[in-house]
């Protein structure tokens, strides 16, 4: 396996071991590694935000320095070297394809394997004088401790679940308090979330919007433009709300909406949404049209706001894998087939006098 680069941005120079020069790194981060975490959190260049896997040292470690592992995953890189300050420890990065270290040991990629890979390809074993190497608590799942000490020689020890909480981890010895454990999802840590939902559900949106807009114009008694202007911009407006409930409303109100599963927090907010849109599209109940389109919305909006909700549930340590999979089985296809009905419905109506 190759070093990393020495020629990355962040790498600020070289620090000499017994093996010959490793890059240098700083815990200090750049206006560049900042823009970087906008537009990564933005969903822009995201699956290339990484570094070169391999051994780094973080100020001036010695022998008797700790061991730190991550993901290449750059957020999860500065995350953990910017909570260092002060600090001299060795970083050893695995290569996780670019996924954060949580996402990574639920696909093997943080795992046993690329881990004593790792270890024995940077030659850590030379470098330090000990034999303990501290991993991110939620790397656990894709990690066996016990693989790794007998295959390495190395001890695993599962630091606390916060980078921020590193500094005080190591000056107690390498002991977590309880807090240290538990993985909070404040309303700060929901809202991050939403950029990249909204950056991501972008473009099929345009798609649709697009497409909607042109066959509104279709059926009716009026011109092509005023059918457009009259249903094809309602519909518009409605796509929205429910991409607003779904992926902007859902993860900030979480703990208060009724429900164990996000997509059925999706679809209450949904079905929320859909009655304030009817109300202000004020339907005629003695005409037939009307009356079905109520079902549209009812049908249509709470399913784009399911489908969105339920993208949360793998940001959330609250679900596992398994339940992720459960859900995904159970309401998956009931958004498709509520979501398509109503589209096909709010079609058909165009044809409806």
């Not at 807009?213 to 249903?231: A, H, K």
């Not at 609250?318 to 859900?327: I, R, W």
Request: charged share 15%; glycine share 8%.
């Amino acid at each position: 396996m190759n070093p990393p680069r020495i020629d990355q941005p962040f790498v600020s120079g070289t620090a000499d071991t017994i093996i010959g020069s490793v890059p240098q790194i700083s815990s200090r981060l750049t206006w560049s590694d900042h823009w970087g975490t906008i537009k990564a959190r933005s969903g822009i260049n995201r699956m290339d935000y990484t570094v070169d896997p391999g051994l780094y040292a973080l100020g001036s470690p010695d022998a008797e320095s700790s061991i730190l592992v991550t993901a290449n995953y750059k957020m999860s890189f500065d995350s953990l070297r910017s909570s260092l300050t002060g600090r001299n420890v060795w970083i050893l990065v695995l290569d996780t394809k670019g996924i954060n270290v949580w996402c990574a040991a639920g696909k093997g990629t943080f795992g046993t394997v690329e881990l004593v890979t790792r270890i024995t390809s940077s030659s850590i074993n030379r470098i330090v004088s000990h034999r303990k190497i501290i991993l991110p608590q939620l790397g656990a799942p894709g990690v066996a401790a016990h693989l790794v000490k007998k295959l390495s020689g190395f001890t695993v020890i599962y630091g606390p679940i916060r980078a921020q909480d590193l500094g005080e981890f190591l000056d107690n010895g390498m002991l977590a308090t309880p807090a240290m454990r538990l993985k909070s999802f404040t309303f700060s840590e929901r809202a991050v979330l939403v950029p990249i939902e909204l950056v991501q559900a972008l473009k099929p949106t345009l798609i649709v919007t697009l497409i909607a807009l042109l066959l509104s114009g279709l059926g009716g008694t009026d011109s092509y433009v005023t059918n457009m202007v009259m249903y094809g911009i309602f519909f518009v407006v409605a796509l929205f709300s429910g991409i607003f409930a779904g992926a902007v409303l859902t993860p900030l109100l979480l703990p208060y909406i009724p429900g164990r599963a996000f997509s059925l927090k999706g679809l209450v907010l949904g079905l929320i949404t859909a009655v304030v849109l009817i109300f202000f599209r004020n339907p005629d109940m003695a005409r037939l049209a009307d009356r079905l389109e109520i079902i549209v919305w009812v049908l249509f909006v709470p399913a784009v706001a399911a489908y969105l909700a339920m993208n949360f549930t793998g940001a959330s340590t609250y679900t596992s894998l398994s339940g992720v999979k459960k859900e995904m089985r159970f309401a998956l296809p009931l958004e498709i087939t509520a979501g398509t009905a109503g589209c096909l419905l709010w079609l058909g109506l165009r044809f409806i006098v």
